[in-house]
């Protein structure tokens, strides 16, 4: 039963549904060590840096919420477990023992969705993950 003067509460957003922001200093601390990789590894970002971003803003806020870089491109059934196993977290296995970004984040010179930056910047990565 509902009080006859009560006021309907605000309807659901997609925004309120959504995954909270990692904290800047996490997403900084991602970002770095993802342009540093793909230096390092002679690996690029996605064509769109779109991908980058949203993959970047992912491992972020699993590192936030988990205490590591989950690969946020996978489904888990133990996000904690797969944490603390490490085989998913970024830089994950495959990518580290053949170059197999599953995210798309470190693509190889081969790969057809290749762009040609090893850089973005956080206000990129702000820019193309709002809203």
């Known amino acids: 039963m509902t009080a006859p003067d009560a006021a309907p509460g605000p309807a659901p957003t997609p925004e309120s549904?959504?995954?909270?922001r990692p904290e800047?200093?996490?997403?900084?601390?991602?970002?770095?060590?993802?342009?540093?990789?793909?230096?390092?590894?002679?690996?690029?970002?996605?064509?769109d840096p779109g991908v980058t971003a949203v993959v970047l803003e992912g491992l972020a806020r699993h590192k936030d919420e988990l205490g590591g870089a989950l690969c946020p491109c996978r489904h888990y059934e133990d996000k904690q477990a797969e944490v603390a196993q490490a085989f998913w977290n970024c830089?994950?296995?495959?990518?580290?023992?053949?170059?197999?970004?599953?995210?798309?984040?470190?693509?190889?010179?081969?790969?057809?969705?290749?762009?040609?930056?090893?850089?973005?910047?956080?206000?990129?990565?702000?820019?193309?993950?709002?809203g």
């Open 17 to 20: 549904d959504a995954a909270p």
């Open 24 to 47: 800047s200093d996490s997403l900084e601390v991602i970002r770095k060590f993802a342009e540093t990789y793909a230096q390092r590894t002679g690996t690029y970002f996605c064509s």
């Open 91 to 130: 830089p994950c296995v495959p990518m580290r023992e053949r170059k197999e970004c599953h995210c798309m984040l470190f693509l190889t010179e081969d790969n057809p969705f290749r762009g040609e930056q090893q850089t973005i910047s956080l206000e990129e990565v702000r820019a193309l993950t709002a």
